[in-house]
């Protein structure tokens, strides 16, 4: 406990230096920019920027890319809340209640109610991440080979639910990813396998590239792919950016249930920021004394879906630094940024570079505090950016992409594999196949290789092997319910939708259209 | 829900790719086989069951062409000017460096959308600098060259 505690302290004393200090304003403010454009997501955002933390220390990157992501999550608000247009899909229930409120002049309020909410979610979340991820992270100590083929299993047919509308595409993309990852040398006896004839495959397909090509590179074609259109303005507002006390006591209960919520929905594999929002959204409304303001500018209705889609952020990390299994693709993309420092999710984490995870969560906790002050005093400003044109975007992003890649290994042919997954994720997302799951095959199909190979080595090729503990039984049970968890997380996601869109069947309409962008 | 005939295409990519990996992987070492067809066998028996959902879908629901879907309000001149000037960003860096291409795709791909030249000039600029304090500067990245230039030093 002593320990924990002493590398707690030591975690934010590390945290504190300048550097450190100066990533995480740059990371909030640039997630808030990439969360406020509408066609910009949160995992493009991490993707995009992950090449610059490659000379970073590794703490130092990761306080950067989640810096990005909680930016990206509060910046979706924004646009949300002046342009009824939702950054991101987690701000789509902010805008039935944000824009209300920006109807009525009372958008300042608004904006302080959602990064306040925003602030407070993500606070309380790195609560659980402090608790939870060194528990988690014990249990991977009874791992065997076995239980990491079974592990790198389930994490696939988590992120395979995700987002899809078929259950069979996403695990086909897992399948896909898999097969992709055994280019390159064999990882046990160093044979050539699938190389094209070209050495630079030895090492396999560059994971970065990779990321790159299906998250930011397949976004520049779908943006390249519609009509060009002005975005709509964004509303000037002059009211003042505050609350009462009375209004802050007013949120502070809806606050506190959207955390809980957000952080449950952070931990639930194929949840995400998306689903918890409108979860929040929702039990604000059940135990609100105000009601009526449902559908007219609550300021509740702000708190509890801003506080719930924030939360969701300290509560995906647990499983992802501990297990190795982000629940959805922020946190595979996250997760990527882990393993090309070196570094691999379990107990290891907390044991030999303790240290460094320490102060990344306590970078975490420093992140929220950025991301209000830089929210509050940014929120004119970033509602213009949020303007950029797609014109604009198309060909920055691209330039963006092919100096990320090249900076990897200064080799042109990386931003040749980049551009060919680029073209790959374009055709994925337009199949609805999931481009999430071939990045988690690709990282995670190594690990389930070794775990398979090295497990039937053990046993002289007998495959009974891989049956033959508990805890194989456990995560077998696992994949089951990874592979269901969609069905019941799409029913929820619809039912929560339906319960929040009280108004007219345009609203819907609009919510549904924006949330798909 | 009917079956769509655009999925028709990711059964045929899927199933190519399984072909392609087992003709390479027969040729491995014997021991380095075995992962490799276990994710041929796992790809192509989660693309047969995926073909058999479609024929029920089809027999139940009847099938549409599911083009209209996929490509809503596709622009076809644009996306193909975006793409084939992306690769050819590329090529172009290839033979004259990263500043002179990326002032060339850029400088192109704005004027085709009919951004207004001043922000073009601005983003132009935005990025360039970006590109060279943050990789440059900051990364210590050596941006390429370009063969033709160097050729000319």
């Known amino acids: 406990m002593l320990e924990t505690l002493g590398l707690m302290g030591a975690g934010f004393i590390n945290a504190l230096t300048p550097i450190n200090l100066l990533m995480m304003a740059a990371g909030v403010a640039l997630g808030i920019i990439i969360g406020c454009m509408p066609g910009l997501s949160a995992a493009m955002g991490v993707a995009l920027m992950l090449p610059l933390t490659f000379t970073m220390k590794a703490e130092t990157g990761l306080i950067v890319l989640g810096a990005i992501y909680c930016g990206a999550i509060f910046g979706g608000s924004i646009s949300a809340i002046l342009i009824h247009t939702p950054g991101t899909p987690a701000s789509a229930a902010t805008a039935i209640e944000g824009y209300q409120m920006t109807l009525q002049g009372k958008a300042g309020k608004a904006l302080f109610t959602a990064c306040y909410s925003s602030f407070w979610g993500g606070l309380l979340s790195c609560i659980s991440l402090y608790f939870f991820a060194p528990l988690l992270a014990q249990l991977t100590l009874k791992f065997r080979s076995a239980e990491y083929f079974w592990l790198s299993i389930f994490g696939l047919t988590i992120i395979a639910g995700v987002a899809g509308k078929s259950i069979v595409k996403g695990l086909i993309s897992g399948a896909l990813g898999l097969l992709l990852s055994t280019i390159g040398l064999d990882p046990v006896t160093g044979a050539k396998r699938v190389m094209f004839g070209q050495a630079y495959f030895a090492e396999g397909i560059n994971t970065t590239c990779a990321l790159i090509g299906l998250f930011s590179m397949s976004q520049v074609f779908i943006l390249a792919e519609k009509k060009i259109t002005q975005r709509a303005q964004a509303t000037k507002f002059t009211d003042k950016m505050s609350l009462t006390r009375d209004e802050r006591k007013l949120i502070r209960p809806t606050i506190l249930r959207s955390w809980v919520i957000g952080n449950i929905i952070g931990l639930l594999p194929g949840a995400g920021a998306a689903i918890a929002c409108f979860l929040g959204y929702n039990t604000s409304k059940s135990f609100s004394k105000h009601k009526e303001m449902f559908g007219k500018g609550s300021i509740e209705g702000v708190a509890g879906s801003e506080a719930a889609n924030n939360a969701v952020t300290g509560g995906s990390l647990i499983p992802t630094l501990t297990l190795g299994i982000p629940g959805e693709s922020v946190t595979a993309v996250l997760m990527g940024g882990l393993v090309i420092q070196g570094l691999a999710p379990g107990p290891e984490l907390f044991g030999k570079y303790a240290a460094m995870t320490y102060t990344f969560f306590a970078g975490f906790v420093l992140v929220q505090f950025f991301m209000l002050g830089i929210g509050l005093l940014g929120c004119r400003g970033f509602a213009q950016i949020s303007r950029l044109s797609d014109a604009i975007l198309i060909p920055c992003v691209t330039v963006l992409c092919c100096v990320g890649s090249y900076a990897i290994h200064k080799n042109i042919l990386d931003i040749v594999v980049m551009m060919t997954f680029g073209v790959l994720g374009y055709f994925m997302r337009k199949l609805d196949l999931n481009t999430a799951a071939v990045v988690l095959a690709l990282i995670l199909g190594p690990i389930g290789e070794k775990g398979l190979r090295n497990a039937l080595k053990s046993s002289g090729g007998d495959p009974a092997i891989l049956f033959s503990t508990v805890v194989s039984w456990v995560l077998i049970a696992l994949c089951i319910v990874g592979i269901l968890s969609p069905i019941f997380m799409g029913k929820l996601e619809k039912k929560a939708e339906k319960e929040a869109v009280s108004g007219t069947a345009e609203d819907i309409e609009k919510l549904t259209e924006e949330d798909s962008v | ?153």
């Open chain 2, 1 to 153: 829900m009917k079956m769509k005939k655009t999925d028709i295409g990711i059964v045929v990519f899927m199933y190519l790719v399984c072909a392609y990996f087992y003709s390479q992987t027969v040729n491995f070492r014997a021991d380095s086989q075995t992962y490799p067809k276990f994710t041929i066998i796992l790809l192509f028996g989660l693309t047969t069951l995926y073909l058999l959902q479609m024929l029920v879908a089809a027999k139940k629901h009847g099938v549409e062409s599911g083009v209209a879907e996929v490509f809503k309000d596709f622009q076809p001149k644009q996306f193909l000017f975006c793409l084939i000037g992306a690769i050819l960003y590329v090529v172009l860096m290839h033979f004259f460096g990263f500043y002179i291409s990326t002032v060339i795709f850029m400088a192109a791909v704005l004027l085709y959308l009919r951004v207004p030249i001043l922000h073009s000039a601005i983003a132009i600029v935005a990025i360039i600098a970006l590109v060279y304090f943050a990789f440059g500067k900051f990364l210590g990245v050596k941006l390429p060259i370009g063969t033709v230039i160097k050729m000319l030093r």
